[in-house]
């Protein structure tokens, strides 16, 4: 009898080690593919500004480029992330009419206005594949046997790329 | 002895599944919601630059203009899905003012700035739209599991709560009042 539970005792380790080991792996894949996909991210964010700062480079815009240096020199995802909307807000400013002056300013190229529209989708698709990775990692840090192995080897949880803080 | 260890069993890793499709599934709801937020901040960083635009026609419309600003300040302020979807409306009605004042002068309508304002601002509509289903799937699905028997003992167990859904006061009066076809 003390045999026999000695056995499922082994039984159920084993079981545990084989489902924490899959567990880590998967672990480890979702974080890379989350790295790579926030890469991808930041890669269609700099080609967006870029385009945005041509766009606005006949004319004034301290505001813009205080917020490109933001982005440029923030640290970590999470501030990346708020530092790209306030980006996205200032150039909305630049660009559209102020003060009841309905005509964007003529010293701004209609072809690089549209330009700029042009990354919508790239940055729209790279926050979405982003914002997956997120989740999958996520949820693989913080299922079972996850929660476990991601604590024994440091893994924390990462923060979706949103536009605001809360919920 | 055999068959309570393997009852045992079947009821543990039961449970450990359970509970990850618990965690899955708040996980979805919480990448729905990043995708709404998204466009919800777009949608607020559009507004100013409609009022502005309107304001240039209209400059004796001061309350409109104010009701606007206000409405966009608590829905910017706003944290639950719930406290959202309640300034959502009130924008939305807030904006329905404005496009309303904007009826009145043929010039401001006319023009391309106006009109790729009120081409984006429907354009993310439809986006905010898009992603509220998809949340409120989400955030069912784990509602329906959270009072289902037997999954409700894992939820109070680790106490996985109800979800808030988005609501929007028109989307849901058009899908109770579809549209009459008529032939």
């Given at each position: 009898?003390?045999?026999?539970?000695?056995?499922?005792?082994?039984?159920?380790?084993?079981?545990?080690?084989?489902?924490?080991?899959v567990?880590?792996?998967?672990?480890?894949?979702?974080?890379?593919?989350?790295?790579k996909?926030?890469?991808?991210?930041?890669?269609?964010?700099?080609?967006?500004?870029?385009?945005?700062?041509?766009a606005?480079?006949?004319?004034?815009?301290?505001?813009?480029?205080?917020?490109?240096?933001r982005?440029?020199?923030?640290?970590?995802?999470?501030?990346?992330?708020?530092?790209?909307?306030?980006?996205?807000?200032?150039?909305?400013?630049?660009?559209?009419?102020?003060?009841?002056?309905?005509?964007?300013?003529?010293?701004?190229?209609?072809?690089?206005?549209?330009?700029?529209?042009?990354?919508?989708?790239?940055?729209?698709?790279?926050?979405?594949?982003?914002?997956?990775?997120?989740?999958?990692?996520n949820?693989?840090?913080?299922?079972?046997?996850?929660?476990?192995?991601?604590?024994?080897?440091?893994?924390?949880?990462?923060?979706?790329?949103?536009?605001?803080?809360?919920? | 002895?055999?068959?309570?260890?393997?009852?045992?069993?079947?009821?543990?890793?039961?449970?450990?599944?359970?509970?990850?499709?618990?965690?899955?599934?708040?996980?979805?709801?919480?990448?729905?919601?990043?995708?709404?937020?998204?466009?919800?901040k777009?949608?607020?960083?559009?507004?100013?630059?409609?009022v502005?635009?309107?304001?240039?026609?209209?400059?004796?419309?001061?309350?409109?203009?104010?009701?606007?600003?206000?409405?966009?300040?608590?829905?910017?302020?706003?944290?639950?899905?719930?406290?959202?979807?309640?300034?959502?409306?009130?924008?939305?009605?807030?904006?329905?003012?404005?496009?309303?004042?904007?009826?009145?002068?043929?010039?401001?309508?006319?023009?391309?700035?106006?009109?790729?304002?009120?081409?984006?601002?429907?354009?993310?509509?439809?986006?905010?739209?898009?992603?509220?289903r998809?949340?409120?799937?989400?955030?069912?699905?784990?509602?329906?599991?959270?009072?289902?028997?037997?999954?409700?003992?894992?939820?109070?167990?680790?106490?996985?709560?109800?979800?808030?859904?988005?609501?929007?006061?028109?989307?849901?009066?058009?899908?109770?009042n579809?549209?009459?076809?008529?032939?």
């Open positions: 009898m003390r045999n026999k539970i000695i056995l499922i005792f082994v039984i159920v380790l084993v079981v545990l080690a084989a489902w924490s080991a567990s880590h792996s998967r672990i480890v894949a979702a974080d890379a593919l989350a790295t996909q926030w890469l991808a991210a930041d890669s269609a964010y700099a080609a967006r500004f870029a385009r945005m700062a041509d606005l480079s006949s004319t004034d815009a301290a505001g813009f480029a205080a917020a490109v240096n982005y440029v020199s923030s640290q970590g995802m999470d501030t990346k992330a708020l530092a790209a909307a306030d980006v996205e807000a200032e150039y909305a400013q630049a660009v559209f009419a102020k003060d009841g002056d309905l005509t964007v300013p003529s010293s701004l190229s209609a072809a690089r206005l549209e330009a700029v529209q042009a990354t919508d989708a790239a940055v729209s698709a790279a926050r979405g594949s982003y914002n997956e990775a997120v989740r999958v990692y949820t693989s840090i913080s299922g079972f046997p996850g929660s476990v192995v991601a604590r024994m080897f440091g893994y924390g949880p990462r923060t979706y790329l949103r536009a605001t803080d809360g919920f | 002895m055999k068959y309570i260890l393997i009852a045992v069993g079947v009821i543990v890793v039961w449970a450990v599944f359970a509970y990850n499709s618990f965690i899955s599934l708040i996980n979805r709801a919480k990448e729905a919601w990043s995708d709404i937020d998204v466009q919800l777009r949608r607020y960083d559009l507004i100013p630059n409609l502005n635009s309107v304001k240039g026609y209209a400059t004796h419309e001061k309350s409109v203009f104010e009701n606007v600003t206000a409405a966009r300040a608590a829905a910017i302020g706003a944290q639950t899905p719930e406290e959202k979807g309640k300034a959502e409306n009130m924008l939305t009605g807030a904006l329905k003012s404005v496009f309303a004042v904007a009826e009145a002068y043929p010039d401001l309508k006319a023009n391309t700035n106006f009109i790729e304002l009120q081409r984006e601002l429907s354009d993310t509509e439809n986006k905010i739209q898009s992603a509220r998809f949340y409120n799937s989400n955030v069912r699905a784990l509602n329906t599991k959270v009072d289902s028997f037997p999954s409700n003992i894992i939820a109070s167990m680790f106490k996985f709560g109800h979800m808030e859904l988005f609501s929007l006061d028109e989307a849901d009066a058009a899908a109770r579809p549209v009459e076809v008529k032939f």
